[in-house]
């Protein structure tokens, strides 16, 4: 049971990557699934999230307008398509998972939740780069 992130890698301002985070070993269904970022001297930050059921989904105010969350059950990925790529926006991307009930992704004030919460299972990383 675990978490597979892929994509990411290195992109101008303005630009656009996508990363996947696959389930192996389990569905996604009953789970929040949640992107989150650490850039290099900063706090991890929740970057968006989704109810993997009801396809909820919700961003963080950093990202909103820019970066799409978006589910599909025939592959049990949940992917991050960024656009509009800032130099701020670099960082190692985790995908994380959690089906106790403890998360929600809920609301627009949700990423400030979800930085206090133990999140049930991690991705590895990835490392996405903004620069010119």
């Known amino acids: 049971v675990q978490l597979v992130e892929s994509g990411g890698g290195l992109a101008e301002p303005g630009g656009s990557l996508r990363i996947s985070c696959a389930a192996s070993?389990?569905?996604?269904?009953?789970?929040?699934i949640v992107w989150f970022r650490q850039a290099p001297g900063k706090e991890r930050e929740g970057v968006s999230c989704i109810n993997y059921n009801d396809g909820e989904r919700w961003p963080a105010p950093s990202t909103r307008g820019r970066f799409s969350i978006s589910s599909d059950n025939a592959k049990n990925t949940v992917d991050l398509q960024m656009n509009s790529l800032k130099l701020e926006d670099t960082g190692v991307y985790y995908c994380?998972?959690?089906?106790?009930?403890?998360?929600?992704?809920?609301?627009?004030?949700?990423?400030?939740?979800?930085?206090?919460?133990?999140?049930?299972?991690w991705g590895q990383g990835t490392q996405v780069t903004v620069s010119s």
């Open positions: 070993g389990f569905s996604f269904d009953g789970y929040v």
């Open positions: 994380a998972a959690d089906n106790s009930g403890e998360v929600d992704c809920d609301g627009s004030s949700w990423y400030l939740r979800v930085v206090s919460k133990s999140l049930d299972l």
